[in-house]
């Protein structure tokens, strides 16, 4: 397997415009994570799939930000419109199952928002 | 919220040095993973010590937990240049809580030649 596979790796894009980021998990896991990285902030969970199926969002920080998982080899993470706090690097990840495995990263996508 | 929380935020030692970054947490976990994340990549997992375990060793990495003190230590022993990198701590929350690892800021070591 290649591991969880993200795209694009970097994302420059005008304040207000729609910006979409793209995962595709390790097959056969069942967990799908959307995490951001700032400097100030560390590493933050944004939202989880168990089976496609949405099961926490709590970390969405605005509704400007959406996520979804139409099939198991699938997700994205669109923020619309885009701002320059959200500049950062959005990372997915996924895992068998809940608890007591690891999880794989993707390499992430560094986002400026200009 | 942020459940792991790193200390030293930043370690500079010498090649050959033992490097021992520290990870403090709040709530009861299943169990502790330490992940290691080079410049501009993705984080790597490490080692994962379960809640019943007070030591583990990963070639040239040692793990402890003490659940009674709700900390763990990562020691690198020998270091080398390509272990510079940042070294993070992660927690399954037992409880029900979320089926994500949730991370400290990390520790940023720099290995120097």
Sequence with gaps: DA???????????????EVTLRCKP?????YLFWYRQTMMRGLELLIYFNNNVPIDDSGMPEDRFSAKMPNASFSTLKIQPSEPRDSAVYFCA?????????????QGTRLTVV | SQQGEEDPQALSIQEGENATMNCSYKTSINNLQWYRQNSGRGLV???????NEREKHSGRLRVTL???????????TASRAADTASYFCATDETGGGADGLTFGKGTHLIIQP
């Design chain 1, 3 to 17: 591991g969880v596979i993200q795209s694009p790796r970097h994302e420059v894009t005008e304040m207000g415009q």
């Design chain 1, 26 to 30: 390790i097959s056969g896991h069942d």
């Design chain 1, 94 to 106: 996924s895992r068998k199952y809940r608890a007591g495995t690891e999880a794989f990263f993707g």
């Design chain 2, 45 to 51: 997992h490490l080692i994962l010590i379960r809640s």
């Design chain 2, 66 to 76: 003490d659940t009674s003190k709700k900390s763990s230590s990562l020691l690198i």
